[in-house]
C-alpha cells in the first residue's frame, strides 16, 4: 500500500523560462514574450504629424498606460513615418487651450478635437487591459481631418509586466505595416 502511494506522488516540475504571478489568489503560469518578426516597410514621402494620447489602462495597474504610451510614442518616432509629439508639449498645449476632458479621451469626438488643437493629421489612442493573466494592447491610428479610424492594431501577451514595453512596441509597428 506505502509503494503504490508513493508511486501515486506528483514529481517535481521541471523549470521553464517562466514566473508566476498570483491574480485572484490563483498561480498563473507566465510565459517570457517573444515579438514576431515584423517588416516594417521604409516611409515613404514626408512624414506625417502624429500625436499619442496616453493609453488607456483597464483592469491593470493606472501606471501601466503611460509607460505604454511612451513604448508607442519612442516606436513610431523611430519609424521615420510620423512626426510625434512629446507628451509634455501635447499636455502643455492642451492645458492653454483650456482643453478638459471628463475621464479619458478614447471616443472619436474627443481624439478628433484633441488632433485639432495640436494641429496634427493624425492621433493614436489606446487601451491596455487585462483579463485574467493576458494583457491585451489595442491602438488605433485616427485620421483627424476625416474623423476616421485609419487602422486598429493589437497585440496580447500572457507575460510579467516589464515586457509590456515590447509589446506595446509590435502593436506600435503592426500601425505601420501596409
Not at 57 to 85: K, N, Y
Request: net charge negative; charged share 30%.
Amino acid at each position: 500500500m506505502k509503494r503504490e502511494m508513493a508511486s501515486r506522488e506528483k514529481k517535481p516540475a521541471t523549470r521553464r523560462r517562466t514566473s508566476v504571478e498570483y491574480v485572484d489568489e490563483a498561480a498563473v503560469s507566465v510565459q517570457e514574450y517573444t515579438p514576431p518578426k515584423l517588416d516594417v516597410p521604409p516611409p515613404k514621402g514626408d512624414s506625417v504629424n502624429l500625436g499619442v494620447l496616453d493609453v488607456e489602462s483597464v483592469g491593470c495597474d493606472e501606471s501601466i498606460g503611460p509607460a505604454v504610451s511612451d513604448a508607442v510614442r519612442e516606436t513610431l518616432f523611430s519609424s521615420g513615418h510620423h512626426q510625434v509629439m512629446d507628451r509634455s508639449d501635447m499636455s502643455k498645449i492642451l492645458l492653454e487651450q483650456d482643453f478638459q476632458q471628463s475621464g479619458r479621451c478614447d471616443d472619436m469626438e474627443c481624439i478628433v478635437k484633441a488632433g485639432k488643437i495640436l494641429a496634427v493629421q493624425k492621433m493614436v489612442a489606446g487601451k491596455v487591459a487585462m483579463l485574467g493573466s493576458t494583457y491585451r494592447i489595442t491602438l488605433k491610428l485616427v485620421d483627424v481631418e476625416s474623423a476616421k479610424v485609419d487602422k486598429i492594431a493589437s497585440e496580447s501577451c500572457t507575460c510579467p509586466k516589464d515586457q509590456l514595453f515590447l509589446v506595446a512596441e509590435t502593436a506600435a509597428k503592426r500601425l505601420l505595416l501596409p
